[in-house]
């Protein structure tokens, strides 16, 4: 209990206090906390997923980035067992042991929180928590109404979030996009209110060069990593890596400035 008074640091003793270095899961890209990728329906997200909680499980590179081998929980909401296991036949030959999957789960405040705390002392190996999707796991029907879209949004991302942080672990979040598109700042696609952006500490957002495109970017912004945008091809059910530009780069390329920075 906090009581009536703040807790409070002096900023001399903050500046000769030691912290741990930000735990990374895809070095410079993934970092501890929630992440949510955001993209149009049936544009490769899952496959996105399934290939990076691979790579991380089996400790390889994502896109030339070294990983932190950890185990990975991948809440796959949306899918059955029979389709993860035929999209892994197309994507590894050696499936790892550390890599472990779930079709069904609770919703947020209705006992999934207990669910993946409970998994993380079984398993204390896992650092990386997907789940596919957001949607999946809200309780939208018992929402109470009284702190409007933003508060409830905002609720949800930091019931993770209190995990994420206490846990020292990523949890990446799958979500989808509106239709209406926002020139100013594609961020603002996101279904949702903007307590689902000002919550998570990291956004992605992928989008198709063209609806019949092969090929696709991804914009990353975050507290704790670069604004980055990275040019992708789907070649094999694979996300390939053609080309990376981080902010400087593309302050030349007319890049909206709400596009910079994320929450604070």
Known sequence: MLGNELVTIDAETLMATPFEKTMFIVEGLIPQGVGILCGSSKIGKSWLMLWLGLQVAQGNPVWDSPTLACDVLYLCLEDTYNRIQNRLYYLTEEAPENLRFAVISEQLGGGLEEQITTFLKKYPNTKFVIIDTLQKIRNTKAASGKNGMYGDDYDDIC??????????????????????KDSDDPFNQISGSTG??????????????????????????????EMQQLKLRFEERVWELTEKKYEEEMKNEAIPASLVRLGG
């Open 196 to 225: 689902i952006t000002g919550a998570v500490d990291t956004a992605y957002l992928l989008k198709r060069t063209t609806a019949t495109s092969d090929t696709a970017t991804l914009t990353a912004k975050g507290r704790d990593i």
């Open 159 to 180: 019931a993770l979030k209190s995990i994420a942080d206490e846990k020292n672990i990523s949890i990446m979040l799958v979500h989808h996009l509106r239709k209406t």
